[in-house]
């Protein structure tokens, strides 16, 4: 299945939000607090044109937070609906999020995620990312892996 990513507005937000709330509070329990993406402020950021939507049947299934840095592209979220995922979404945006990167120039992709999320570790690491290492932010312990895009 092919989906056509876009630039998130403003009328987008409650859906963005319902994403979010969606993929991540069953990670609630196995981490024992909220992740990350569940406090980032999704107004702010599509303000900042840097959260990218995916529709399925018109409706907000998919997400993507990209982030400039100095030396590379941050894939600061990338979340799929319940009732989307094994479409092919998540894969799709991370594709569509390692092409943006490249065409403006980053020679790396990098992330971050919780270290309980072993799935999402196993994941990356299966399409190409490297740890780089492990630490703890805001409370939260997280693995960092990157991706060359040269």
């Known amino acids: 299945m092919q989906f056509t990513p876009r630039i998130a507005s403003l009328a987008d937000l409650t859906a963005v939000q319902n994403v979010v709330i ?4 069953p ?4 981490i024992g607090c909220k992740p990350g993406p569940l406090l980032d402020d999704y107004e702010a950021l599509i303000r900042a ?3 990218t939507v995916v529709d399925v049947n018109g409706a907000i299934k ?14 600061d979220n990338v979340a ?13 945006l991370i594709a ?3 092409k943006s990167a490249k065409d403006v120039g980053f020679p790396v992709i990098r992330l971050y995620t919780h270290v309980a999320m072993t799935r999402n570790i196993e994941y990356y690491a299966r399409i190409g990312y490297v740890e780089t290492h492990r630490a703890e932010q805001n409370g939260l312990k997280r693995v960092f892996m990157a991706k060359s895009l040269t």
């Open 80 to 92: 799929v609906a319940a009732s989307a995922q094994g479409l092919g979404l998540g894969r799709e």
């Open 96 to 98: 569509y999020a390692e």
């Open 49 to 51: 044109g840097r959260v």
């Open 22 to 25: 969606d993929a991540y509070t």
């Open 27 to 30: 990670y609630v329990s196995s």
């Open 62 to 75: 998919g997400i993507l937070v990209l982030i400039p840095e100095e030396d590379a592209m941050l894939l």
